[in-house]
């Protein structure tokens, strides 16, 4: 077996490799965000694009098609990611020709960039192998643009693979799972994950808590390509708020806002220390913020489960909505004013 992107990849890797001689239409690798879908099936094109494969089947990065495609030039590969991402991973982006006013890059797949592959599935093989489109994130795929997905993952060109990758296999649109074989890819063990994040040049400070705080998801750990992440000084601004429990007044939640509280990031935070709570209240210990366990149980002695879900749900709503919240500052005093409540604030 060739060494594939991360050490917790061999497994799923291994099962792609046995997929080689009677490939799919299109293979969907699956799990959450950080743990290497992407790079996988970005790893995966790279073997089906390899014109000189060393002897165990690995790519031998110095062809013609791997110089190309490593430089994103290849003719025989597309990759449709969002604009979003194209930025976080240096990759291209085909823009659309309706200019846009909003300055927020987009976090879905859109219509136009699978409108632009068709000149490419009409075309023949340029350098005599196999054709690959990798498409991620495939949840951020909506219905409208995979409708033109659709139609060419039904009847894709001779040799024309489709390689799909997603953080959150439940988001996927039915009708794009149903025509894909699936691959999950777990999470790896802690200490797995933390001695790769050890031997990282750039490796946290932090590497238990950088781990525990991206759920376990070793290569989120180390670089949050997400953009939920907030500055340093309003993360202790919220850890300070959520950490008075009871005692939280409005005076606190009017007087802390700022700027720096960027709605999808502490929904994001909020999410994670509800969770959180709801493990400790439970008698277990918190899977995100693990040097908060005494903190945790002192604020939840005087709140019901019952609160502690109805909050929970509260928060997941908010985290549906937060790309598109009708004032910041507004979902930000409703959110906290919720989680008093919730914990038993006189308000």
């Known amino acids: 077996m060739a060494l594939t992107p991360y050490p917790w990849l061999e497994e799923a890797a291994g099962r792609l490799d046995a997929m080689q001689d009677h490939l799919p239409n ?25 014109e ?6 690995s790519a031998c990065g110095q062809c013609q098609g791997c110089r190309m495609l490593h430089a994103n030039t290849h003719p ?56 690959v489109v990798l498409v ?9 643009a995979a409708a033109s997905l659709l139609k060419s993952m039904e009847e894709p060109p001779e040799g024309m693979i489709f390689l799909l990758a997603a953080d959150d296999i439940d988001a996927v649109l039915p009708t794009i799972r149903s025509r894909s074989r699936l691959l ?8 797995e994950a933390l001695q790769w994040l050890k031997a990282q040049k750039r490796s946290p400070k932090a590497p238990e808590e950088a781990l525990a705080m991206a759920g376990g998801a070793p290569i989120l750990a180390l670089k949050d ?12 601004t919220l850890h300070d708020l959520l950490a008075k429990g009871a005692s939280l007044t409005p005076d606190n939640i009017i007087r802390s806002y700022s700027v720096d509280m960027t709605v999808p990031a502490v929904a994001l935070y909020l999410s994670r220390w509800c969770y959180d709570l709801l ?26 489960m019952k609160n502690l879900l109805s909050l929970n749900a509260a928060v ?18 409703g959110a906290l004013l919720v989680y008093a409540k919730a914990l038993g604030a006189p308000l």
């Open 76 to 131: 025989d590969c597309r990759i449709v990611v969002s604009e979003f991402l194209a930025n976080a991973l240096d990759l291209p982006y085909t823009p659309t020709d309706v200019a846009s006013s909003s300055k927020k890059l987009s976090r879905e797949v859109r219509i136009h960039q699978f409108r632009a592959l068709s000149d490419f599935f009409n075309m023949a093989p340029h350098r005599g192998g196999k054709r």
């Open 136 to 144: 991620y994130p495939t949840d951020m795929v909506r219905a409208e």
């Open 184 to 191: 999950r890819v777990g999470v790896p063990n802690r200490d």
């Open 52 to 57: 000189s494969p060393n002897m165990d089947g």
């Open 26 to 50: 299109a293979i969907l690798i699956h799990g959450m965000a950080g743990v290497g879908t992407y790079e996988l099936a970005r790893w995966f094109a790279e073997r089906l694009l390899c």
């Open 316 to 333: 997941a709503e908010m985290r549906r909505s937060a790309e598109h919240p009708l004032s910041a500052r507004q979902v930000w005093e």
């Open 225 to 236: 390509t997400t953009g939920y992440t907030l500055t340093t000084k309003a993360q202790k």
């Open 279 to 304: 493990r400790v209240k439970s008698g277990s210990t918190p899977h995100f913020f693990i040097h908060e366990g005494e903190v945790m149980t002192a604020i939840t002695n005087g709140a019901s």
